[in-house]
């Protein structure tokens, strides 16, 4: 069966009209950001954001009619709006959704209805591994960090929330895409005991993401709210360089059990790191501690020690700010390269010293973790 084209998902999609203005969705310009791929399909339909509540009909409709094109295997479709103009940050949920309410459960998205399951209900914890810039090593680590946690003999899963630069999908070596049962919910994929999801799965590896904003936000809700985790110990999220949306994101949509923050010993690199510390505890998440990397090279021949980024800036920081310092990873080929070739260290060399430090660092993250379990009602978000 030959694979739908996105001709034919625009096609089927002008038999989907917007009530209130009387036109075909695609006539109106609202299907944004489509990808297709091996027959699964995704697209956003962008609203304005006061009417964003009311446009779950069209939204499914839209779902309809192109889950019922031959070829396609899965439709997922999510509704999303610009901030309004002049209207400045946003001190709440992303346009379009309600606030939280009185009484909201625990792990329930803003503007979720009462009874509806809760995003991610069968995962105990869930941690988000954060750097406050980019090329510190942070997916490395939160890789790395997810197999010494199923070392330990936890359920893990890993979702891959770096929309732009996706790569957990070569990092765990698996490759094809995502099945679905119901043409709605996505089975994640799974290598080394450790289940994962990423947009890596949904887009070709050299296709950009040029998305807004929102349609992040909505494709970070997707990967929780249409992923059929299962239940899970512990769920690591590979966040974003940086402090944007996505980590306001999923700061709001589910109660995170802390954050690992990843930096290199140098000052440029603490600077950003301090400011994602400082994010994480505006919103009241748990920082369970900092992990220094690059932290020093060993000449793998005459055993010399070389401290190329600094050595000791992440531990003096971390003291200064009254964290815990989790550990330090060596700048070796070794990382690198199991990393490159789908085969992290955590799996290839478990007798290496540079995994043993990995391991260390996760069972002290899931001690952390499992003391916060059923501790944390969900954030307070505080907009200055």
């Known amino acids: 069966m030959a694979e739908v084209t996105e001709q034919q998902v625009l096609d089927a999609l002008k038999d989907v009209a917007d009530p209130d203005r009387q036109q075909d969705v695609v006539s109106l310009g609202m299907v944004t950001g489509l990808q297709t791929k091996g027959g699964h399909v995704a697209f956003a339909i962008e609203v304005d954001a006061d009417r964003g509540p009311h446009m779950e009909p069209v939204r499914r409709a839209a779902e309809k009619a192109v889950h019922d094109l031959p070829g396609v295997i899965s439709a997922t479709v999510v509704l999303t709006a610009e901030r309004p103009a002049g209207g400045g940050a946003a001190s709440g949920?992303?346009?379009?959704?309600?606030?939280?309410?009185?009484?909201?459960?625990?792990?329930?998205?803003?503007?979720?209805?009462?009874?509806?399951?809760?995003?991610?209900?069968?995962?105990?914890?869930?941690?988000?591994?954060?750097?406050?810039?980019?090329?510190?090593?942070?997916?490395?680590?939160?890789?790395?960090?997810?197999?010494?946690?199923?070392?330990?003999?936890?359920?893990?899963?890993?979702?891959?929330?770096?929309?732009?630069?996706?790569?957990?999908?070569?990092?765990?070596?698996?490759?094809g895409q995502p099945a679905s049962v119901d043409g709605r919910t996505l089975e994640p994929m799974e290598n080394y005991g450790v289940k994962c999801m990423s947009m890596g799965f949904l887009v070709e590896e050299d296709t950009p993401t040029i998305w807004r904003g929102p349609m992040v936000i909505s494709a970070l809700e997707m990967m929780m709210r249409d992923v059929n985790w299962g239940a899970l110990d512990v769920l690591v999220v590979d966040l974003p360089p940086g402090t944007g949306d996505a980590q306001l994101s999923m700061s709001q949509r589910v109660p995170l059990a802390g954050a690992v923050i990843v930096s290199t010993p140098q000052?440029?690199?603490?600077?950003?790191?301090?400011?994602?510390?400082?994010?994480?505890?505006?919103?009241?998440?748990?920082?369970?501690?900092?992990?220094?990397?690059?932290?020093?090279?060993?000449?793998?021949?005459?055993?010399?020690?070389s401290e190329i980024?600094?050595?000791?800036?992440?531990?003096?920081?971390?003291?200064?700010?009254?964290?815990?310092?989790?550990?330090?990873?060596?700048?070796?080929?070794?990382?690198?390269?199991?990393?490159?070739?789908?085969?992290?260290?955590v799996i290839s060399q478990p007798d290496s010293t540079q995994a043993k430090a990995y391991r260390a660092i996760a069972e002290s993250v899931w001690e952390k973790a499992a003391a916060s379990i059923g501790a944390n009602a969900g954030p307070r978000i505080v907009v200055q």
Not at 114 to 123: C, D, I, K, S
């Open 93 to 175: 949920p992303p346009p379009g959704a309600p606030g939280p309410g009185p009484g909201q459960a625990p792990g329930q998205a803003p503007g979720q209805a009462p009874g509806q399951a809760p995003l991610l209900a069968g995962v105990g914890a869930v941690i988000a591994v954060a750097s406050g810039k980019g090329g510190v090593g942070k997916s490395t680590t939160a890789v790395n960090l997810a197999l010494g946690l199923a070392a330990g003999g936890h359920a893990v899963g890993i979702m891959d929330a770096d929309i732009y630069g996706p790569s957990i999908p070569r990092m765990l070596n698996v490759k």
């Open 309 to 345: 980024f600094s050595h000791g800036g992440a531990r003096l920081d971390a003291e200064r700010l009254g964290m815990d310092f989790l550990g330090e990873i060596p700048l070796d080929i070794a990382i690198r390269e199991t990393s490159d070739s789908g085969h992290p260290i």
């Open 267 to 305: 000052d440029i690199a603490l600077i950003d790191a301090r400011k994602g510390l400082n994010m994480f505890r505006k919103v009241d998440v748990p920082v369970f501690g900092i992990i220094e990397n690059m932290s020093y090279f060993e000449c793998p021949k005459c055993g010399e020690r």
